[in-house]
């Protein structure tokens, strides 16, 4: 498993502590929100000291962003199935974002949690914005290749779009989270079509099916 980039000591093989903590945490999320989660009560829970647990993380929001290294690998897998070249750009693009919904859903209080923890911490910020922007090398390279190939029309630079258009992703986890007036199949439906249009133009996102 990756180590946290919170993670506030030197690199170690193993370390159960670390994991007790990050158990009891996660444990203590699911029980109530990130405001009221007691750190003295999650080092006792993990059976650690309350100073155990600020060795290992300078605070909750850490420990969220430690966490949340649990759904990174299906956040990844969602960003690959827009970068294939199985299927039409539509299929992909409404797959991706299925994949991103279904992802957050599944880790809801996790995602809950980071969007407090973002807000508390500008190191955690940093750590999201990170994760967000390894996606955009590998998207603005599909870009690119579908310029080359003729299906897709020039415009701004790939990465400018590629980062905009995953910016909207960010965007669409908070919403289903937090609620609002949508339902998840129009916020999905209508990402759909800013990616094929920002992507492939008004005429050639709409034979994209």
Same mark, same amino acid.
């Given at each position: 498993?990756?180590?946290?980039?919170?993670? @506030?000591?030197?690199?170690?093989?193993?370390?159960? @502590?670390?994991?007790?903590?990050?158990?009891?945490?996660?444990?203590?999320?699911?029980? #109530?929100?990130?405001?009221?989660?007691?750190?003295?009560?999650?080092?006792?829970?993990?059976?650690?000291? @309350?100073?155990?647990?600020?060795?290992?993380?300078?605070?909750?929001?850490?420990?969220?962003?430690?966490?949340?290294?649990?759904?990174?690998?299906?956040?990844?897998?969602? +960003? !690959?199935?827009?970068?294939? #070249?199985?299927?039409?750009?539509?299929? @992909?693009?409404?797959?991706?974002?299925?994949?991103?919904?279904? #992802?957050?859903?599944?880790?809801?209080?996790?995602?809950?949690?980071?969007?407090?923890?973002?807000?508390?911490?500008?190191?955690?910020?940093? *750590?999201? !914005?990170?994760?967000?922007?390894?996606?955009?090398?590998?998207?603005?390279?599909?870009?690119? $290749?579908?310029?080359?190939?003729?299906?897709?029309?020039? +415009?701004?630079?790939?990465?400018?779009?590629?980062?905009?258009?995953?910016?909207?992703?960010?965007?669409?986890?908070?919403?289903?989270?937090?609620?609002?007036?949508?339902?998840?199949?129009?916020?999905?439906?209508?990402?759909? $079509?800013?990616?094929?249009? $920002? *992507?492939?133009?008004?005429?050639?996102?709409?034979? #994209?099916?």
């Amino acid at each position: 498993m990756r180590r946290s980039l919170t993670d @506030r000591r030197a690199a170690q093989r193993s370390d159960q @502590r670390r994991a007790a903590i990050l158990a009891a945490f996660d444990e203590a999320l699911r029980a #109530t929100s990130f405001e009221a989660v007691n750190i003295a009560e999650v080092a006792a829970r993990a059976g650690v000291s @309350r100073s155990a647990f600020y060795f290992y993380f300078e605070n909750k929001a850490a420990a969220v962003a430690g966490l949340l290294e649990t759904m990174y690998d299906d956040v990844f897998a969602a +960003g !690959d199935i827009v970068t294939s #070249t199985a299927g039409s750009p539509r299929s @992909r693009i409404r797959s991706m974002l299925d994949a991103l919904m279904d #992802t957050g859903a599944a880790h809801r209080y996790l995602v809950a949690a980071m969007l407090d923890a973002r807000a508390a911490s500008s190191a955690v910020r940093e *750590i999201w !914005d990170n994760a967000r922007e390894a996606f955009v090398p590998p998207i603005a390279a599909m870009i690119d $290749t579908e310029r080359a190939a003729g299906r897709a029309p020039d +415009g701004p630079a790939a990465a400018v779009l590629a980062g905009v258009l995953l910016e909207l992703n960010d965007r669409l986890l908070e919403r289903l989270i937090l609620g609002g007036p949508r339902t998840r199949d129009d916020l999905v439906a209508g990402a759909e $079509t800013i990616w094929l249009h $920002t *992507i492939y133009g008004t005429v050639i996102g709409d034979q #994209t099916s």
